[in-house]
């Protein structure tokens, strides 16, 4: 069976620091892959998708990046860090034309 | 651009009575595929119930099941014999057939479950 996986579960990071956070999947084969965020209280909106190794699309202009150096290794960074980046992280997986499945979620505080 | 929308910001229910979430879409596509997703206090993002458009049933799992009525774009979650489990914030999604494939959520509904 497929499992998805994200860590760290918690960061507290200062503003201006890096960030990086990682998302693997197990049991499956190139699979498109999906960077999340959701504010308090509201759904979720979506930042990058992935079709492939070293194909990203961005779908909100903001402080972030995303890659995707193996199949099933999708990564969250930023450069710099803002206030406004914290937030609870969601990566998902598909396969074509299949509903998505989300990992457990990263929970970012910037102060 | 597609827009899901929920009325609902909050819903209660007694414990084994039925409760119904409401949901609309705005598209001008004919094939897609409408879910709904039930986040837990955990968070984690749960997969309840998917419908695919070019299908006039509707989907049901166990005590779900969902009202799809295309021409109105709606689509409405039923839970049957509520359980203090279902407890969540439910969230109503929309994805296009083509493309990426990626999904338009809308703003959640909290459901509360009263013993």
């Known amino acids: 069976s497929q499992t998805i996986h994200q860590w760290p579960a918690t960061l507290v990071q200062p503003v201006g620091s890096p960030l990086s956070l990682e998302c693997t999947v197990e049991?499956?084969?190139?699979?498109?892959l999906y960077w999340y965020r959701q504010a308090a209280g509201r759904g979720l909106q979506l930042l990058f998708y992935?079709?492939?190794?070293?194909?990203i699309s961005s779908e909100v202009p903001q402080n972030l990046s995303a890659s995707r150096p193996q199949d099933r290794q999708f990564i969250l960074s930023s450069k710099k860090l803002l206030l406004s980046d914290s937030g609870f992280y969601l990566c998902?997986?598909?396969?074509?034309?299949?509903?998505?499945?989300f990992g457990p979620g990263t929970r970012l505080t910037v102060t | 651009a597609q827009t899901v929308t929920q009325s609902q910001p909050e819903m209660s229910v007694q414990e084994a009575e039925t409760v119904t979430l409401s949901c609309t879409y705005d598209?001008?596509?004919?094939?897609?595929?409408l879910f709904w997703y039930k986040q837990p206090p955990s968070r984690q993002m749960i997969l309840v119930i998917r419908?695919?458009?070019?299908?006039?049933q509707n989907a049901t799992e166990n005590r779900f099941s969902v009202n799809f009525q295309k021409a109105a774009k709606s689509f409405s979650l039923k839970i049957s014999d509520s359980q203090l489990g279902d407890a969540a914030m439910y969230f109503c999604?929309?994805?296009?057939?083509?493309?990426?494939?990626?999904?338009?959520f809308g703003q959640g509904t909290r459901l509360t479950i009263n013993p």
């Open positions: 419908q695919e458009a070019y299908k006039q």
């Open positions: 999604a929309y994805r296009s057939a083509r493309g990426a494939q990626k999904l338009v």
């Open positions: 049991g499956t084969s190139n699979p498109n």
């Open positions: 992935s079709v492939g190794i070293g194909q």
């Open positions: 998902a997986w598909s396969r074509r034309r299949h509903e998505q499945y």
């Open positions: 598209t001008s596509e004919s094939d897609y595929y």
